[in-house]
Antibody, heavy 116, light 108 residues
Framework: EVQLVESGGGLIQPGGSLRLSCAASGFNFSRYWMHWARQAPGKGLVWVSRINGEGSNTTYADSMKGRFTISRDNAKNTLFLQMNSLRAEDTAVYYC?????????WGQGTLVTVSS | SYELTQPPSVSVSPGQTARITCSGDALPKKYAYWYQQKSGQAPVLVIYEDSKRPSGIPERFSGSSSGTMATLTISGAQVEDEADYYCYSTDSSGNRRVFGGGTKLTVL
């Protein structure tokens, strides 16, 4: 059974940093591109970033580029999202996701709240 | 930056056909995907690669794409299909992904 479990969310002050993790199981983690998406309260889904199976190729949404860094540890089947210089508008549920055609699974998300 | 445009809301009566559109300049060359999200839950893939249906998704869900518009069709919509629906695709470079703004489907 495929499982994706995010962690690391919480309350953080503006300008602060946070590192999210996503523990994956039930599939060959290193073979798949992995993604992060987010959803602000009451708003739509926003794609954040993706990383290839080897960890050598990354892409970011324009609004996150330079502040967010995606990475992975294939030995530990774990995906990360390092978020720096956080702003109030980064408040959202952050989801990790694996997607390849019909093979598409999401975690339940972790809530990040940026507020003073 | 690249955008996918969806209507904010669609409303149908039970048993009617619901159609949700998604427009984007790169859609003639890039696949569209459709996600269903019910309140408080993670999204679920209902259509991939324009028109393919994952296993476990009811046959009443179908997808099509023509030119710069992709369409999700729910034939004989049921009350349990009430949800937010998002299209998803790639920009023309193939690097960045994007979600549409979402469409709230009401079935009543």
């Amino acid at each position: 059974e495929v499982q994706l479990v995010e962690s690391g969310g919480g309350l953080i002050q503006p300008g602060g940093s946070l590192r999210l993790s996503c523990a994956a199981s039930g599939f060959n983690f290193s073979r798949y591109w992995m993604h992060w998406a987010r959803q602000a309260p009451g708003k739509g889904l926003v794609w954040v970033s993706r990383i290839n199976g080897e960890g050598s190729n990354t892409t970011y949404a324009d609004s996150m580029k330079g502040r967010f860094t995606i990475s992975r540890d294939n030995a530990k089947n774990t995906l990360f999202l390092q978020m720096n210089s956080l702003r109030a508008e980064d408040t959202a549920v952050y989801y990790c996701r694996v997607s390849s055609g019909a093979f598409d699974y999401w975690g339940q998300g972790t809530l990040v709240t940026v507020s003073s | 930056s690249y955008e996918l445009t969806q209507p904010p809301s669609v409303s149908v009566s039970p048993g009617q056909t619901a159609r949700i559109t998604c427009s984007g300049d790169a859609l003639p060359k890039k696949y569209a995907y459709w996600y269903q999200q019910k309140s408080g839950q993670a999204p679920v893939l209902v259509i991939y690669e324009d028109s393919k249906r994952p296993s476990g998704i009811p046959e009443r869900f179908s997808g099509s794409s023509s030119g710069t518009m992709a369409t999700l069709t729910i034939s004989g919509a049921q009350v349990e299909d009430e949800a937010d629906y998002y299209c998803y695709s790639t920009d023309s470079s193939g690097n960045r992904r994007v979600f549409g703004g979402g469409t709230k489907l009401t079935v009543l």
